[in-house]
């Protein structure tokens, strides 16, 4: 991408340069367009405060650069003062030559793509992106002693009285009577591809009838399949202003609706063989290596739950009931298992995949698809058996049939996961940090432990009177 070029060509004054925060948060600066030259095109902007962003840096370190990706490059949709502006992804420099920042998200991402190169595959990962969109939020926490607050508000929502009556869980593939986000989903999905060349495969109404939509984007590398995620969050939330609508991707926003996931479907490449595809295969045309990626899921699915499921709220959509796995099983075609083989048509060997369904909306996309890869590749490495897949609602088996299955639970909470994370990281070093699994650790486990102090409306409710 000739960026000088574009950026003369197009009028442009400002480009917005965009990162992400160890939580996964959009950051961006602007800058001026004058700024960007060859120099700084290689060398990276001297443009961040490390000390102020989440796992950065600490303040007497905390000079930091911002290395644009030219292939990143787009002119956004939207204007200011009547002015065109562009925006970029970046890396995240330390000054001085020093090298990337080994905690920047997206540098993650990129030595995957290089762990892989060297082993000579590729990795192609799609996400299934739910969230729910509301009419009005009103949160009201000016008094956190004496008790917080929350109202949402949707033209869908079970509890309004005008309009078409709506139940809970009963939202999925609606149609027009009743979809009320129609419109506003068509303008996400078609600036995604029009104008940012994020392709979808789909869109439409989720499961939660409260407004929730999914968003299908399409197979790419993960460093790439992060990225456009990112932007369909920042497109999500620009859009819902001109509707005047709110996006979250909160996972579980609504109690009695289903939460919000992000799943993540994964195959492994070498040259133009898909390794996980097996034509004699008679229950899923699945490979004895594919058997082993998804041993390695297994395997590490407690501890990958720090990463793909990270947040206190996480752990209230991983409950029985609302088609998120709770138990550490494969099969195909089952969505109450946590890894399942998609099995739509035969013989179709591009196809072949494998769906991790514990990630939520709010995993940091350039670790969550770090990990994820990374803990399948260990299952290959050691020879892991994921054992027999279970073809039942996993969600009624009995103790004794979830023994007889070994099959393990997914963490409770987010203390949980980190304390497992703690444990269990050796799988990810090649591409990860020492330095950014303990301060992942760390941020998360003080967020748990901020959290958790604050009583919520509910346990008032249920025990004040007590």
Do not use: C
């Not at 939207?78 to 080994?102: D, Q």
């Amino acid at each position: 991408m000739d960026v000088l070029g574009e950026l003369s060509r197009n009028s442009i004054n400002w480009v917005e340069i965009h990162f992400t925060d160890l939580y996964g948060r959009l950051k961006m600066t602007m800058v001026p367009a004058s700024s960007l030259d060859e120099d700084s095109l290689r060398d990276g902007l001297p443009k961040l405060d490390g000390s102020s962003v989440s796992g950065f840096g600490k303040i007497e370190y905390s000079d930091l650069n911002l290395l644009p990706d030219p292939e990143t490059f787009v002119i956004l949709p939207w204007k200011s003062n009547g002015e065109s502006i562009a925006r970029m992804y970046s890396y995240v420099f330390k000054t001085m030559g020093a090298g990337p920042l080994e905690v920047d998200p997206r540098y993650v991402a990129k030595r995957l793509l290089e762990y892989l190169g060297e082993m000579g595959l590729r990795a192609y990962t799609g996400l299934e992106a739910e969230y729910y969109v509301f009419s009005s939020v009103k949160v009201d926490v000016s008094r956190p002693y004496a008790g917080l607050s929350y109202y949402l508000e949707s033209p869908e929502a079970p509890w309004v009285s005008d309009g078409y009556p709506t139940t809970f869980k009963d939202g999925y593939y609606t149609s027009i009577h009743t979809d009320t986000i129609y419109d506003y989903r068509y303008r996400v999905a078609s600036l995604l591809k029009e104008v940012f060349g994020v392709d979808s495969t789909a869109h439409h109404h989720e499961v939660g009838v409260v407004a929730q939509m999914e968003i299908d984007i399409k197979h790419s590398d993960p460093l790439r399949t992060a990225d456009n995620y990112m932007t369909l969050k920042y497109v999500a939330r620009r859009v819902a202003q001109e509707f005047g609508l709110y996006a979250t991707f909160m996972p579980k926003p609504i109690f009695g609706d289903n939460g919000s996931g992000l799943h993540t479907h994964i195959s492994i490449w070498r040259g133009d063989e898909n390794l996980f595809y097996d034509q004699d295969d008679e229950y899923a045309e699945l490979s004895q290596y594919a058997r082993y990626f998804i041993g390695g899921l297994l395997e590490h699915g407690r501890s990958l739950s720090a990463i793909v499921s990270p947040t206190v709220n996480s752990y209230k959509r991983l409950v029985p009931g609302y088609e998120a796995p709770i138990y550490l099983a494969w099969s195909r075609a089952n969505r109450s298992s946590a890894v399942r083989v998609p099995v739509y048509r035969r013989g179709k060997y591009w196809e072949k995949r494998i769906e991790y369904r514990p990630p939520d909306p709010l995993a940091n996309p350039y670790l969550s698809l770090a990990a994820i890869v990374m803990a399948g590749l260990d299952g290959v490495k050691k020879k892991i058996d994921p054992g027999d897949p279970v073809d039942k609602d996993i969600y009624h088996l009995s103790e004794e049939e979830l023994r007889q299955y070994n099959v393990k639970s997914l963490p409770r909470d987010l203390y949980e996961a980190l304390e497992e994370l703690r444990s269990d990281n050796e799988y990810l070093k090649p591409v990860f940090s020492s330095e950014l699994i303990d301060t992942y650790i760390d941020l998360k486990t003080r967020e748990f432990l901020e959290i958790n102090q604050y009583p919520s409306p509910i346990e008032v409710h249920r025990y004040f009177s007590f």
